[in-house]
């Protein structure tokens, strides 16, 4: 969905900033703490990684957020 945007917090600089859809990456592990989101922070810079629900799973997939899907180390 172009335009679409979503509002974030780094965790960094604790700054509230809107991003595009393009800037997100979806990572999807075995297990729901495996699984996240990741963005490069406009303000300062810094690579944020946060753990995404089912909910956020499937707001970003909806939106056409890049996926990829982590294979277990033991696999």
Excluded at 47 to 73: D, F, H, Q, Y
């Amino acid at each position: 969905m172009e335009g679409t945007r979503f509002k974030v917090y780094c965790s960094q600089c604790r700054e509230k900033v809107e991003l595009p859809v393009t800037d997100f990456r979806l990572a999807l592990g075995a297990t729901a703490e495996r699984t996240f989101y990741s963005f490069t922070c406009p303000e300062c810079g810094a690579a944020v990684r946060k753990t995404a629900g089912e909910k956020i799973v499937a707001a970003l997939s909806a939106a056409g957020v890049r996926t990829m899907r982590l294979l277990p180390l033991d696999g």
